[in-house]
């Protein structure tokens, strides 16, 4: 069965920067769509990015876009999501995603936590 496992959250400074990082075990790793999703406790869990299998094609929330960079390296395995110019309203639970395609996900991590502080 495929495991995601997240890295990478913590405590910054807004303004600062964090990158999270998300590896897949399995050898379709690149056939994969993945996700990053967020969850704070007053919100449902919302869309953050995404990018396809190739990597060729990305997807943003207006809230991130131009601050978040969705990446993914299938010799690795590995899906990050850098995050500049944190705010206070990034702070949430960030989780990755697989599926088929973009917007089919049935796999999921079991999130990083990223706190931003003012």
């Known amino acids: 069965q495929v495991q995601l496992v997240e890295s990478g959250g913590g405590l910054v400074q807004a303004g600062g920067s964090l990158r999270l990082s998300c590896a897949a075990s399995?050898?379709?790793?690149?056939?994969?769509?993945m996700g990053w999703f967020r969850q704070s406790p007053s919100k449902a869990r919302e869309f953050v990015a995404s990018?396809?299998?190739?990597?060729?094609?990305?997807y943003y929330a207006a809230s991130v876009k131009g601050r978040f960079t969705i990446s993914r390296d299938n010799a690795k395995n590995t899906v990050y999501l850098q995050m500049n110019s944190l705010k206070p309203e990034d702070t949430a639970v960030y989780y990755c995603?697989?599926?088929?395609?973009?917007?089919?996900?049935?796999?999921w991590g079991q999130g990083t936590q990223v706190i931003v502080s003012s």
């Open positions: 399995s050898r379709t790793f690149s056939s994969f769509a």
């Open positions: 990018i396809r299998g190739s990597g060729g094609n990305t």
């Open positions: 995603a697989a599926g088929a395609d973009i917007g089919g996900y049935d796999l």
